[in-house]
């Protein structure tokens, strides 16, 4: 217990060791976080009533945040994979940032529930003996619930306890870790699943009631998730002292190359089934695409993102792009933000607009939801921040229980 209190201390205090810039950094992201708390606590005060939701359209920024965050997450089984099942020693060397990237993820996606709702103690309703019951099988949500805190647990755990054995220097012993990496791949294909059946199981939002909101919604994430970890291995290979191989990042670009132009492929697909038909169940699509009844607010989100997502596509398609580090670090940018505006507002919005009764309410996030949000994507930042630093000490072997005051 002595040996295990002394290495959270340590790993504390080296956490908060850095250069000008990562305090710069960390700072930043501690006003952004102060901001949003303020900002929250307005909204718990005067209620859902300050946001520019409606009854019409009670999803608004926090919950397509929460979509997107959700395929973050699930990405993370794109290093696990070929680390773990494949053996590649390349891969293995950083997966455990991967493995703390998707319980950053996960931990965001709840704090984007958790102020959706209005009232926090709602949450009190799916804990049992506290006044609920998840309602199981039956319900959807109850299932979400499950598979999100199992990976949650599982993404806290595995790395938790290689990067001990790892500070100790000692070699990890593979029943404690490695049974629940297999099951960990089953859950983070389980949580954008059991989401996406969350929006295809609403018959009334014709919209979201489609069989390939689930291999979109994987397409999307396998897209998005080598994106941000390419920037991060990137990033960690510039200001640290840990050594990302180059193999690493020509398997994400790989991985980007194939999964792109499928994502392209299926919005194509829903595009088709959407528009061709010119029936009243594509009136949702017809709004966010070129506009509905005078109302196009959306049109100036998606079409963007298209661009975005197709300059993205062909960047990662060429080899001569590819190659080129810096024209793949802006296809890397543009996939992250076009897959953002297609996932959130692309895809969330549209489901409400029109209502099943025909009403046309439009919604923007205003200023408020968008500082809350940054202030939770700030929060999930610095967690990653003070994570990544103490894992790439110990990696390096510079923070160890040899040389505990690095």
């Known amino acids: 217990m002595r040996n295990y209190l002394n290495y959270w201390f340590n790993m504390v205090r080296y956490s908060l060791k850095g250069s000008k810039i990562y305090y710069f950094w ?6 952004m976080i102060a901001w949003g708390a303020i900002v929250y606590y307005h909204q718990l005060v005067h209620g859902l009533i300050v946001t520019n939701m409606s009854d019409q359209v009670s999803w608004g920024l926090g919950i397509s945040n929460f979509v997107y ?5 699930a990405s993370a089984v ?11 020693e390349d891969i293995k060397e950083v997966v455990i940032l991967g493995e703390q990237l998707a319980f950053v993820a996960i931990l965001m996606c709840l704090l984007f529930i958790f102020t959706d709702i209005g009232r926090p103690d709602r949450f009190l309703h799916l804990i049992p003996f506290f006044g609920g019951r998840l309602n199981l099988p039956g319900s959807l949500l109850a299932w979400d619930v499950i598979v999100f805190n199992v990976y949650l647990i599982l993404n806290l755990h595995i790395p938790g306890y290689l990067l001990y054995v790892k500070y100790r220097g000692r070699e ?10 297999f099951i960990s791949i089953f859950f983070a294909i389980s949580i954008h699943t059991v989401t996406a059946f969350l929006l295809s199981g609403l018959g009334s939002r014709y919209f979201w009631h489609t ?17 941000i970890l390419y920037l991060i291995f990137f990033a960690a290979n510039y200001f ?3 050594n990302v191989k ?19 492929f299926f919005l194509l697909c829903e595009f088709f089934k959407e528009i061709y038909p010119a029936t009243h169940h594509g009136a949702s699509a017809q709004y966010l695409f070129f506009g509905f009844k005078g109302y196009h607010q959306l049109t100036w989100f998606i079409w963007p993102a298209i661009l975005m997502n197709l300059t993205a596509t062909l960047l990662v398609s060429f080899e001569r792009f590819r190659n080129k580090q810096l024209l793949f670090i802006i296809a890397c940018h543009l996939c992250i933000v076009g897959l953002w505006v297609e996932k959130g507002m ?5 489901g409400f607009i029109p209502s099943p009764l025909g009403e046309i309410v439009e919604y923007s996030p205003n200023l408020d939801e968008i500082v809350l949000s940054l202030a939770i994507t700030a929060l999930g930042a610095l967690m990653f921040t003070l994570f990544a630093k103490v894992t790439i000490g110990i990696l390096t072997g510079e923070l160890s229980q040899k040389n505990p005051k690095a």
């Open 26 to 31: 960390v700072g930043l992201l501690v006003l």
């Open 69 to 73: 965050f959700v395929g973050v997450a």
């Open 78 to 88: 794109i290093l696990i994979y070929p680390a773990y099942v494949n053996h590649n």
């Open 172 to 181: 990890p012993r593979w029943y404690w870790y490695l049974p629940l990496v």
């Open 211 to 227: 069989s390939l909101m689930a291999p979109r919604f994987l397409a999307s994430a396998f897209s998005v998730g080598p994106a």
């Open 240 to 242: 640290t002292k840990l």
């Open 246 to 264: 180059n193999t690493v990042f020509e398997y994400l670009k790989n991985v980007m190359r194939f999964t792109l132009p499928i994502n392209l």
């Open 346 to 350: 692309g895809l969330i919005i549209p």
